[in-house]
């Protein structure tokens, strides 16, 4: 029981094969049993924590939105929503059940966005010592190749759940000292999201991974095991795979745009706001003038006297789904509507090019490398305290 809220065995019983199906699928090599039914347990736990704290701050998806959501699924596996749902049914997943998926997991992003986003802040001194790291240019990038086997052991366990959690760490590191496979180690043993991936985070530069890690490895050498490293989360056993050092043109991507932005309020659904924009989209297929269309209906006061016309954006400058729905786009190419924190935009890119970065950009681009570092922890930390604040009863399973 998590609050009020019971998770049923059914429920468990439904994840669990979701996981061992994907993990077969994919040729992975997953935990016993009973450790991966804990596992899955403590993710749907989490979720639902997460679900009831939406719902207290009023976060609600409408039907449009998980429809639109459903139509991108579909549309990344090559298949039409028809064909999707018989996939779905065929696996035995009712498509209701399906759908409900797809609505918490957009409901738990909205909740992110507005709980963890808040509580990030980079002063300037931060920015001023990231850039002296980089040694006042991100011209010259180190990148490492890094694997984990992450041990929880989260604040509010006790002092013996700390020293087991401890131990259980040091008798890894060992065994991977030893020689035994590390990848199958992250598989069966870490508690970590990337288990599943042998524990591998991929090529990072050391701006995308957590600081006391970049500390632990920096004298290492390929192949070299480090830990266990305490985090305020628990334990971490560390593999140095690879590095490399990458030299790169401070450029980026810029584009210039324009919108029609039309805003949702107490007298305006979203459903009625998409299709408002989806016949101005389909008005302007036909001929009509986007700038003539974006001055008589565009909401935002600032561009709509323009025909909707933006300034040339850099990276940061525009709200990131914004930025991510334009660079998806070519020169002359319009959106579907798409949806930010001030309503939903049609959107054309006019130009794009490739620009070399001024000081100012510069500082901007690591103020966002900073911001990306610190999100992870932000997140995982956001989870553990709603988690912790929360009432879980776990009944035993029964003989």
Do not use: C
Not at 324 to 352: C, K, N, Y
């Amino acid at each position: 029981m998590v609050n009020s809220q019971v998770i049923l065995e059914s429920d468990l019983r439904r994840r669990l094969q979701q996981t061992i199906d994907a993990a077969q699928t994919n040729k992975r090599i997953l935990p016993e049993r009973d450790l991966l039914r804990s596992q899955v347990l403590e993710r749907l736990v989490n979720e639902q924590a997460l679900l009831q704290r939406a719902a207290s701050r009023g976060i609600d998806v409408d039907d449009a939105t998980v429809q639109r959501a459903v139509d991108r699924i579909a549309q990344q596996n090559n298949l039409s929503v028809a064909a999707l749902r018989a996939e779905l049914e065929k696996d035995g997943i009712p498509f209701a059940r399906f759908r409900q998926d797809v609505r918490d997991e957009i409901v738990i992003s909205r909740l992110r966005e507005r709980e963890v986003d808040a509580r990030l802040s980079i002063s300037e001194s931060e920015v001023d010592t990231f850039l002296a790291g980089q040694g006042q240019s991100l011209a010259r990038v180190d990148e490492w190749l890094v694997s984990q086997i992450f041990i929880a052991s989260p604040p509010e366990s006790s002092a013996s759940e700390k020293s087991a959690a401890r131990s259980k760490a040091d008798a890894i590191f060992s065994r991977a000292r030893s020689g035994e496979s590390f990848p199958n180690m992250a598989r069966k043993e870490s508690a970590s999201a990337d288990s599943q991936q042998g524990g591998s985070l991929g090529w990072r530069t050391s701006d995308r991974l957590p600081e006391l890690f970049v500390r632990a490895i920096r004298g290492a050498g390929p192949g070299d095991i480090v830990g266990p490293v305490q985090s305020p989360g628990g334990f971490h056993i560390l593999r140095l795979d690879d590095r490399r050092s990458q030299t790169q043109r401070p450029v980026v991507d810029v584009f210039r745009a324009r919108h029609i932005l039309l805003r949702v309020d107490e007298k305006t659904t979203e459903q009625a706001v998409v299709r408002r924009l989806q016949d101005l989209k389909g008005r302007m297929t036909l001929g009509e003038s986007f700038g003539s269309l974006a001055r008589s209906f565009s909401q935002d006061p600032g561009s709509a006297a323009l025909g909707g016309e933006l300034e040339w954006a850099y990276p940061g400058d525009l709200v990131p789904e914004f930025e991510r729905a334009a660079l998806q786009l070519g020169p002359g190419q319009m959106s579907d509507p798409v949806r930010t924190a001030f309503g939903f935009h049609i959107i054309e890119v006019l130009e794009r090019k490739r620009e070399p970065i001024t000081e100012d950009r510069l500082r901007l681009l690591a103020r966002l490398n900073l911001r990306d570092r610190k999100l992870a922890e932000a997140v995982d930390e956001w989870t553990r305290e709603v988690r912790a604040n929360t009432y879980v009863d776990i009944k035993p399973d029964n003989p």
